[in-house]
């Protein structure tokens, strides 16, 4: 007899994911080894439940792959340091973890040796993505297999099918879709589907329970967190998860986002990611006393494009590498406290407190005095900057043209 071929599957615990360990092992014969990438949104309780479902499934082994670190690393760090919000408006939370969640998979996947690699996701929405493409540029030679946009299954299927297969579960469909992660939390729901329509207060997985203000400081040191209230962060993780708890009792970053999917399609999803936005309005401000002009601006297009290419499959684009290399050099001097009032749904960033200000100088003080220059030496630079203007509608009336609004 043949040995059997291995094929791991992206494990989450729920139905699709769950149908797919008995199809692909009952059905299709293959041996089953299941995976969780975890980037800091499951508790360990809840790792030890998904691990349990799996093997009383029928995965022959699981493994629960830790890459929170990495994510924070290679990605969460270079989203701060380009201030990333896709549309103006959400911090990708979910869409960068997909990209590191399948990098963790596959190479699991080509440690143990399988012959194939699976996933949950349907024809309809981003992850899809995010996981073939991923996987096919690391392992070309593992094949991919995905029964949920293939088969084009129903959910009572795949929960009678289970149940045939003598697996019973609550596989209630809970009214909200919910996925955490270190860097926020998606959410979708009925209403998200609909455009007139917004998330009720009961959605959202943190619920606003304190009412009186509270300040907080963040200290960076070029451009990472270095410290909360005072208290020193090596491990930056810590960090934003200490942010979070800070701030979550306040019900901040709560927000809808829409904007325009992978496969062409427009998207909406609700999302909470309180620390997060905490932590790039802050960064920000401090960046607006730190960096110059021309700084800013560049970097603004720079993390833009970021967010865009990461959000849409592209890490492993090479350009990527340039661009996070930009984004480390304008960190230099992103150094100093930035100060915060937390209110009920939402913060007011008060100031920043740094030797790289550049409002402290001795050239002058804005709307008040000048020290570097005089009367006659703004009048010559005025005289000189306009000469552009004045030459343009100087032609303009020449030529008999009404002067353009």
């Given at each position: 007899m043949e040995p059997k071929k291995k094929v791991v599957l992206a494990f989450s615990g729920g139905l699709d994911t769950s149908f797919a360990v008995k199809y692909l092992s009952e059905d299709c014969g293959y041996e089953v080894y299941t995976a969780i990438a975890n980037t800091g949104g499951f508790s360990q309780s809840e790792l030890k439940a998904i691990e349990e479902r799996a093997i009383a499934l029928g995965a022959k082994e699981h493994a629960t792959l830790d890459i929170t670190q990495e994510y924070y690393d290679k990605s969460i760090k270079y989203m701060i340091f380009g201030n990333v919000l896709r549309n103006g408006t959400y911090p990708i939370s979910v869409s960068s973890e997909r990209i590191f969640q399948a990098i963790a998979i596959i190479e699991y996947a080509k440690k143990i040796g399988a012959h194939c690699v699976a996933h949950g996701s349907t024809s309809a929405g981003n992850d899809q993505i995010r996981f073939d493409l991923t996987f096919e540029i690391l392992a070309p030679e593992i094949e991919i297999i995905t029964p949920t946009r293939d088969m084009n299954l129903t959910r009572d299927y795949e929960i009678n099918y289970l149940k045939e297969h003598g697996y019973v579960a609550d596989f209630t469909k809970l009214e909200y879709s919910i996925n955490k992660g270190l860097w926020g939390t998606s959410i979708g729901g009925?209403?998200?589907?609909?455009?007139?329509?917004?998330?009720?207060?009961?959605?959202?997985?943190?619920?606003?329970?304190?009412?009186?203000?509270?300040?907080?400081?963040?200290?960076?040191?070029?451009?990472?967190?270095?410290?909360?209230?005072?208290?020193?962060?090596?491990?930056?993780?810590?960090?934003?998860?200490?942010?979070?708890?800070?701030?979550?009792?306040?019900?901040?970053?709560?927000?809808?986002?829409?904007?325009?999917?992978?496969?062409?399609?427009?998207?909406?999803?609700?999302?909470?990611?309180?620390?997060?936005?905490?932590?790039?309005?802050?960064?920000?401000?401090?960046?607006?006393?730190?960096?110059?002009?021309?700084?800013?601006?560049?970097?603004?297009?720079?993390?833009?494009?970021?967010?865009m290419f990461l959000h849409e499959a592209q890490y492993l684009e090479p350009v990527m590498r340039d661009i996070e290399r930009f984004l480390e050099s304008s960190q230099r001097n992103v150094t100093g406290r930035v100060i915060v009032d937390l209110k009920p749904y939402h913060f007011v960033v008060v100031g920043v407190d740094s030797d790289f200000d550049l409002m402290k100088t001795d050239f002058g003080e804005y709307g008040e005095l000048s020290k570097a220059w005089t009367a006659d030496d703004v009048k010559g630079f005025t005289k000189i900057l306009g000469n552009q203007m004045k030459i343009y509608h100087n032609v303009q009336m020449r030529n008999g043209k009404e002067r353009e609004a």
């Amino acid at each position: 007899m043949e040995p059997k071929k291995k094929v791991v599957l992206a494990f989450s615990g729920g139905l699709d994911t769950s149908f797919a360990v008995k199809y692909l092992s009952e059905d299709c014969g293959y041996e089953v080894y299941t995976a969780i990438a975890n980037t800091g949104g499951f508790s360990q309780s809840e790792l030890k439940a998904i691990e349990e479902r799996a093997i009383a499934l029928g995965a022959k082994e699981h493994a629960t792959l830790d890459i929170t670190q990495e994510y924070y690393d290679k990605s969460i760090k270079y989203m701060i340091f380009g201030n990333v919000l896709r549309n103006g408006t959400y911090p990708i939370s979910v869409s960068s973890e997909r990209i590191f969640q399948a990098i963790a998979i596959i190479e699991y996947a080509k440690k143990i040796g399988a012959h194939c690699v699976a996933h949950g996701s349907t024809s309809a929405g981003n992850d899809q993505i995010r996981f073939d493409l991923t996987f096919e540029i690391l392992a070309p030679e593992i094949e991919i297999i995905t029964p949920t946009r293939d088969m084009n299954l129903t959910r009572d299927y795949e929960i009678n099918y289970l149940k045939e297969h003598g697996y019973v579960a609550d596989f209630t469909k809970l009214e909200y879709s919910i996925n955490k992660g270190l860097w926020g939390t998606s959410i979708g729901g009925k209403e998200t589907l609909h455009s007139d329509q917004t998330l009720p207060e009961e959605a959202y997985p943190t619920q606003m329970t304190a009412t009186d203000d509270a300040r907080l400081t963040i200290d960076f040191k070029q451009g990472q967190i270095e410290a909360v209230n005072g208290e020193y962060f090596a491990d930056k993780v810590a960090a934003i998860q200490k942010i979070e708890e800070l701030v979550a009792p306040y019900a901040l970053g709560r927000d809808m986002h829409v904007g325009d999917t992978i496969i062409g399609i427009k998207g909406r999803v609700g999302f909470e990611a309180g620390a997060p936005m905490v932590i790039l309005g802050a960064h920000k401000v401090l960046e607006k006393h730190t960096l110059t002009k021309w700084q800013q601006y560049w970097k603004d297009q720079l993390g833009t494009w970021y967010g865009m290419f990461l959000h849409e499959a592209q890490y492993l684009e090479p350009v990527m590498r340039d661009i996070e290399r930009f984004l480390e050099s304008s960190q230099r001097n992103v150094t100093g406290r930035v100060i915060v009032d937390l209110k009920p749904y939402h913060f007011v960033v008060v100031g920043v407190d740094s030797d790289f200000d550049l409002m402290k100088t001795d050239f002058g003080e804005y709307g008040e005095l000048s020290k570097a220059w005089t009367a006659d030496d703004v009048k010559g630079f005025t005289k000189i900057l306009g000469n552009q203007m004045k030459i343009y509608h100087n032609v303009q009336m020449r030529n008999g043209k009404e002067r353009e609004a």
